[in-house]
C-alpha cells in the first residue's frame, strides 16, 4: 500500500472509532440519567428498597444498558486494533496482511504485541517479517531481563483483560442477556460464564475502555519511536521512557474492573445531584 492508502485506511478505521465512541458516551449517559430518577414522592429510584416495584424495574432496563454497554465497548477494542494496522510507519504490507486475516480478536492482539516489539528491538529475522520464529523468552541475554519481563507482563493483560472481556461480547451479540451458555453450541448452561457476564457494569466497561486505549498507546509508542529520536531521554523510547506510568493506570483500571463498588458509584451520583440542587436552590434565593 502507498503511504496515501495507509493513511486512507486509518481515517476509515478512526471514523468508525469516533461513532462508536459517541454511542459509548450515550449509552454511559443513560444510564447515568436512570441513577438520577426519582417517584412520585421526588425520593431518587435507585435509592429505594430492592423491592420496590419501581426499581426493580429501574434495574432491568440498568442491565440491558450494561450489555448494550459491554458490546460496544468490545466493538471500540475491535476497531482499535483494525485502526492500529494503519498507523504511520508501523507496519510492512506483509505483516499487515498477515494480522488482518487473524480472525480470532485474542491471537490478533497477541501476534501484533509479538511483532511489534520485535519490530522496536530489532529482532524481525530476515524472510521472516511475521515473526513466526521469534522466541521472546530467548532474548533475555540480548535484550534484558527487564524489557523481556514487560512484554509478558503486557500479554498477562491482553489474557487477563481482554480475552474474557472479548468472551463476554460473544455472549452479549447471541442474545444471550440474563443466562448465558457454554461455547460452541450454547447447548450447555454456564453458571460461571453467566456470573461474569453479571460483573460487567458501568464501572468495568469504562475502566476496559480505559486500558484498551492505554494499550494501544504503548504498543504505538513501542512501535514507531527509536530512542535516539525521543526528546525527553535519547537513552530511552517512549515506551521505556512512559511505561511505569502506563502500567500505574493500567493497574488502577484493572483494580475497579476485579472490584467495581457500583452501589458507591450510584450513591455518589446522587449525592452529586443533590448537591447540585441545593446550588441551585440557594443561588435563585440569593
Not at 26 to 51: C, E, P
Not at 87 to 103: A, H, P, V
Request: hydrophobic fraction near 40%; glycine fraction near 4%.
Amino acid at each position: 500500500m502507498t503511504p496515501q492508502e495507509i493513511e486512507k485506511y486509518f481515517q476509515y478505521h478512526n471514523a468508525n472509532i469516533k461513532l462508536i465512541k459517541i454511542g459509548f458516551d450515550n449509552i454511559r449517559d443513560q444510564i447515568k440519567a436512570l441513577y438520577h430518577s426519582v417517584n412520585v414522592n421526588g425520593d431518587y429510584v435507585f435509592s429505594l428498597n430492592d423491592t420496590d416495584q419501581l426499581k426493580v424495574q429501574q434495574r432491568q432496563v440498568e442491565k440491558s444498558l450494561f450489555r448494550i454497554l459491554s458490546g460496544i465497548q468490545v466493538s471500540w477494542a475491535e476497531e482499535s486494533i483494525k485502526r492500529l494496522l494503519y498507523e504511520k510507519d508501523l507496519f510492512t504490507d506483509g505483516q499487515r496482511d498477515y494480522l488482518i486475516k487473524i480472525s480470532a480478536l485474542d491471537q490478533k492482539w497477541y501476534e501484533t504485541l509479538k511483532i511489534v516489539f520485535s519490530i522496536a528491538y530489532d529482532l524481525v529475522p530476515a524472510g521472516d517479517e511475521i515473526c513466526a520464529t521469534v522466541n521472546i523468552n530467548r532474548q533475555k541475554r540480548n535484550l534484558g531481563i527487564e524489557l523481556v519481563a514487560q512484554y509478558f507482563e503486557l500479554r498477562s493483560i491482553i489474557t487477563n483483560y481482554l480475552v474474557p472481556n472479548f468472551s463476554i461480547r460473544n455472549k452479549v451479540q447471541h442474545g444471550e442477556w440474563v443466562y448465558a451458555f457454554k461455547p460452541k453450541h450454547s447447548a450447555e448452561f454456564s453458571q460461571d460464564i453467566t456470573d461474569n457476564l453479571n460483573h460487567e457494569n458501568i464501572i468495568t466497561a469504562t475502566s476496559r475502555y480505559t486500558l484498551v486505549n492505554a494499550f494501544y498507546q504503548m504498543i504505538v509508542d513501542m512501535g514507531r519511536f527509536k530512542s535516539n529520536a525521543f526528546a525527553i531521554d535519547s537513552m530511552l523510547t517512549p515506551f521505556e521512557y512512559f511505561y511505569d506510568d502506563y502500567m500505574r493506570k493500567i493497574k488502577f483500571e484493572v483494580t475497579k474492573i476485579k472490584s467495581p463498588d457500583l452501589p458507591a458509584f450510584i450513591a455518589e451520583i446522587i449525592a452529586r445531584e443533590v448537591r447540585g440542587k441545593l446550588h441551585r436552590a440557594n443561588k435563585q434565593q440569593t
